[in-house]
């Protein structure tokens, strides 16, 4: 078990210092918007991650894994979202970067979580590394404490950055 979580927390940590569109989504928001909607981003980040560790856990992952149309499907999925948040982007391009915190374009904060759990439900990359952890390490016939202390470190190791 050791040897499990060494490889859980590298892994993680080398996923999340990995430049990524959520990476950038927080980034943005945080230096367009101030730290508090980035803090509401990167939450809706960790709340996907979370879900993401939710549906491995429960099986739904190996579905993914064995149905290639589902998968495509959420690879287009996620690939209009992100054409959607460029667009924004280019949009809004040319703001001014704020130094308090606030939503001073008069959206709601809630869109910052959103727009966070939104975009990390459908990176592919999020996808891939998490079903690529559960088939790897986090096996049916795993007892359920070691596999939560397999989860929480993940979610801790996520949550950290």
């Known amino acids: ?3 499990k979580i060494l490889l859980v927390i590298g ?3 080398l ?3 990995s430049p990524g569109p959520d990476m950038v989504l927080v980034m943005r928001n945080a230096l367009t918007q101030g730290r508090r909607i980035g803090g509401l981003t990167a939450f809706g980040v960790l709340t996907g991650n979370t879900l993401h ?3 491995c856990a429960l099986g739904i992952g190996v579905l993914l894994s064995q149905h290639p149309a589902a998968y495509h499907t959420l ?3 996620s690939a209009l979202y992100m054409l959607y948040l460029g667009a924004q982007g280019i949009r809004n391009a040319g703001g001014v970067l704020l ?3 606030g939503a001073p ?3 709601p904060r809630a869109n910052a979580y959103w727009q966070g759990f939104l975009n990390n439900l459908l990176n592919p990359k999020g996808i891939l590394f998490y079903l690529g952890v559960f088939s790897y390490l986090i096996t049916p016939d795993m007892r359920l404490g070691p596999m939560a202390l397999l989860i ?3 979610v801790s190791v996520s949550a950290a950055f």
């Open 75 to 77: 690879r287009f999925a």
């Open 99 to 101: 130094s308090e915190p």
């Open 15 to 17: 996923c999340m210092l």
């Open 11 to 13: 892994v993680t940590t």
């Open 105 to 107: 374009d008069g959206r």
């Open 152 to 154: 929480a470190i993940m």
């Open 53 to 55: 560790i939710g549906y």
């Open 1 to 3: 078990m050791p040897e």
